[in-house]
């Protein structure tokens, strides 16, 4: 049994091109207008954010707070170390309730962090708080849960 090769019941019409192609005019509906203008707003939206976002983390990491008529506390900081990440999310749950503590993180990956680490003679996943003045007032380290966290707040703070 063979097979025949099946006919296209469509024929191709051979393409000639006389000269350029021919463009529509672009049309403004109002689907495309309703689209560009969502993208504009998710873009406007997004750099806000990113923009938010970087203002925020410069604020973090500046360390020029020590000393200047607040008490701070600033965590010796490994972005890739996950004990130091844990007690950042320990830190930031507490930090809400003392709004007169400045919260100050020093990356060791950076200068000026690794610098402060050294100065201070500790590694990450470490806790310093320093008060109004920026005398160092007592050291913490390694992981704290939220409540040793609180509690080494609450000891340090009353004097």
């Known amino acids: 049994m063979s097979r025949k090769p099946?006919?296209?019941?469509?024929?191709?019409?051979?393409?000639?091109r006389s000269g350029p192609r021919q463009r529509k005019p672009?049309?403004?509906?109002?689907?495309?207008?309703v689209s560009i203008g969502?993208?504009?707003?998710?873009?406007v939206l997004a750099f806000f954010?990113?923009?938010a976002y970087i203002e925020k983390q410069e604020v973090l990491?500046?360390?020029?707070?020590?000393?200047?008529?607040?008490?701070?506390?600033v965590q010796v900081h490994d972005p890739k170390c996950?004990?130091?990440?844990?007690?950042?999310s320990s830190v930031d749950r507490v930090m809400p309730d003392y709004p007169d503590v400045d919260f100050r993180i020093a990356n060791i990956n950076v200068p000026s962090g690794n610098g402060f680490a050294r100065r201070h003679s500790v590694g990450n996943v470490t806790l310093i708080l320093f008060d109004a003045r920026g005398n160092k007032v007592d050291t913490g380290i390694?992981?704290?849960?939220?409540?040793?966290?609180?509690?080494?707040?609450?000891?340090?703070?009353?004097g």
Do not use: Y
Not at 6 to 16: A, G
Not at 82 to 88: A, D, I, T, V, Y
């Open 6 to 16: 099946r006919k296209s019941k469509k024929t191709k019409k051979p393409q000639t």
């Open 26 to 33: 672009f049309k403004l509906t109002r689907r495309k207008f």
């Open 38 to 43: 969502v993208f504009a707003l998710v873009g």
């Open 49 to 51: 954010g990113v923009n």
């Open 61 to 73: 990491h500046d360390l020029s707070a020590i000393g200047q008529g607040r008490p701070v506390l």
């Open 82 to 88: 996950s004990m130091c990440q844990r007690l950042l």
């Open 142 to 158: 390694g992981f704290q849960s939220d409540d040793e966290v609180r509690s080494f707040l609450e000891t340090n703070l009353k």
